[in-house]
């Protein structure tokens, strides 16, 4: 076995490693000042974005899920990856060789199930890219020429052939180190009685990455109609490829996404080829599922998707019944983006790498152009299926429409819709309409029982909390704005169990005296051997943004040890006066002597605490 890799190496990622781009691959960062950037959180679900990185630091932390951490501890999660998997990644993205304490550098052995099955998968691109110029692969190159894809197109989207014969890729991966585990582990081949054998055989084969670029996995089609098999095979359920969080294209659209607030779904591979040849590079396709939750989750982070944005995607859909059925499960997820989503379906039904074949490049610019607003398009769709020029007809169309407007959660949206309702089934009575719609709307809310409980949040407006919250983010941040008065101050100044446990620690490595100028290294120097409980708190400090622009930063700094000092003497001498109260002059008249001498002492501290809080 080998050993742990070495600190300096561990230290060598980091400072390789830029946590702005490291980040910024998955999400949509926008500067949100004070050197901080900021985006939608992708570790939970949110609408305003509340994930911070402070790239000057190298950390991050979300304000609304209170994690946070460094660039590996970013990775970890992310991808769900140990710590050494996560170093390994990161080391492989730089260039860095890693050394391993206790047995040295072995190539191949020490690294994590993940980089190894990336590794394969990596190669298995290769060798399919290659086999596509050979001889029995002709069968497929006519299929992409067919499709107006030429040679170049297909080498840059990574196209290759699977050879029609049984181990043909699972011996080229075994005879360059990789295991028959690993690659049935992985989903390139399955158990055969020999021995591992290919997954896919005779197909066309697509990469498909994730949103990094790395290869987890592949979508396959079927060239001879006669052979057995489905006419699309996509890679199983692995340690990498998970269907419902994949999207196909995602790693080439997604700077394009976040440049034009733009993300267009289209439903296979060969569409979007034909979308960014023609012009639309944001398009993407699901692989072997349905549009879902996760995929949007993916696609807001891109977006930068919360409540305000301009955003915008687009659903392309055949014009055919399987394609407004498509259309109307994509509406019941509609309300989870906060950006405007479309519907843009061609009316002769041609998909979009149909559509470019028959009209242009042009033509597919102009079906995303053209595209209708979601609603619009599930309503009509349900009107659609009846006899408007009958009353019955145009009664029946309102209540199947009236739940799809009922469920529109902007009140002003619902509205307009149902006029535009009233319009197109010619009721010409909008009032009728509305009713109907809000008895369905009534229907629909749910029971006492059914409603969930408010979630509770803390409330963080104590002024003392802030001031206790503010002074420790300094000494986290800029610790030489606070000098020894800090370090003098004492933990009874905190009021938080976990404020008083940030000073402790503070103070045990030193103090701000010890801090020099503070940065990585302070910040490092603190969180090491931390406990996980105070490790979150800290991570925040060090990454939120300081109340002060930088001139004004030295004179916020004595005014928050001030206003803490002034509200420790004030919480002394609340507890000094009470004491003196049950203190009986008469029968204790030194110990009230005593008192009343230091009573007049913190007022006298307190009068001066005052007078330098006004002056700053």
């Known amino acids: 076995m080998a050993g742990r890799i070495s600190d300096e190496d561990i230290a060598l990622v980091r400072e390789r490693s830029p946590i702005a781009d490291i980040v910024g691959e998955h999400i949509q960062l926008r500067n949100a000042g004070g050197g901080n950037l900021k985006g939608l959180c992708p570790f939970h679900e949110e609408k305003s974005p509340s994930f911070n990185v402070t790239p000057t630091r190298g950390y991050w932390y979300c304000f609304g899920c ?41 190539p191949g052995r020490e690294q994590g199930e993940r980089t190894r099955l990336i590794e394969a998968h990596r190669a298995a691109a290769e060798f399919y890219a290659s086999k596509l110029a050979a001889p029995d692969a002709a069968i497929g190159r006519r299929f992409l020429s067919e499709r107006g894809f030429e040679r170049v197109d297909a080498e840059r989207f990574g196209v290759g052939y699977a050879p029609a014969e049984w181990e043909a890729l699972s011996r080229h991966l075994m005879a360059r180190g990789f295991t028959s585990a690993e690659l049935i582990k992985g989903g390139l081949a399955k158990e055969g009685r020999r021995g591992p054998i290919d997954r896919f055989r005779g197909r066309l084969v697509w990469p498909i990455r994730d949103i990094t670029g790395d290869v987890i996995g592949f979508g396959a089609r079927k060239l001879n109609d006669a052979e057995d098999g489905p006419k699309y095979l996509n890679t199983p359920e692995s340690p990498l490829y998970k269907k419902s969080e994949v999207l196909y294209g995602v790693d080439l659209a997604k700077r394009e996404i976040s440049k034009r607030s733009q993300a267009v779904i289209v439903e296979g591979y060969t569409d979007v080829m034909a979308c960014h040849l023609s012009g639309v590079p944001t398009a993407v396709a699901t692989c072997g599922t349905a549009f879902g939750e996760e995929h949007i989750k993916v696609l807001r982070r891109l977006l930068l998707d919360h409540t305000g944005s301009q955003g915008e995607v687009v659903f392309t859909f055949d014009g055919d019944s399987a394609g407004q059925k498509a259309a109307l499960r994509a509406f019941a997820d509609e309300q989870k983006f906060a950006t405007q989503t479309f519907v843009a379906v061609q009316a002769d039904g041609l998909d979009p790498c149909d559509l470019r074949i028959r009209h242009g490049e042009a033509a597919v610019r102009d079906l995303i152009a053209s595209r209708e607003p979601l609603f619009a398009f599930a309503i009509r769709s349900a009107i659609s299926r009846y006899d408007a020029s009958t009353n019955e007809g145009r009664l029946a169309g309102l209540d199947a429409a009236a739940p799809i407007v009922a469920r529109i959660k902007d009140q002003g949206l619902r509205k307009l819709y149902a006029v535009s309702l009233d319009r197109w089934l010619g009721f010409n009575d909008e009032s009728f309409v509305l009713d109907r719609i809000m008895e369905v709307s009534l229907r629909a809310q749910p029971g006492p029982r059914q409603k969930a409980r408010p979630r509770k949040v803390a409330d963080l407006t104590d002024p003392t909390v802030r001031t206790e919250a503010e002074i420790l983010k ?19 100044a905190f009021t938080l169990p976990e404020h008083l446990a940030l000073y402790r620690l503070i103070a045990d490595a030193g103090g701000t005296a010890a801090a020099g100028a503070g940065g990585r290294e302070w910040v490092d120097r603190l969180l090491n051997g931390v406990s996980d409980s105070l490790r979150g708190l800290l991570t925040r400090f060090a990454v939120e943004e300081i109340r002060a622009d930088l001139t004004s930063e030295e004179r916020y700094a004595v005014g928050l040890l001030v206003a803490l000092e002034l509200t420790t003497v004030t919480r002394v001498l609340d507890q000094l006066k009470s004491r003196m109260e049950r203190t009986n002059p008469v029968e204790e008249p030194e110990e009230y002597k005593r008192l009343y001498a230091e009573l007049v002492a913190l007022e006298q501290q307190r009068r001066v605490l005052r007078e330098r809080a006004a002056a700053s």
């Open 66 to 106: 209170a994690e946070g951490g460094d660039v590996i501890t970013f990775v970890r999660r992310l991808e769900h990856l140990s710590f050494g998997e996560a170093v390994e990644r990161l080391a492989g993205r730089a260039g860095i060789q890693l050394r391993y304490e206790q047995g040295g550098y072995v």
């Open 474 to 492: 300094l000494a986290v941040q800029r610790p030489a704005l606070l000098g020894p008065e800090f370090d003098v101050m004492g933990g009874e």
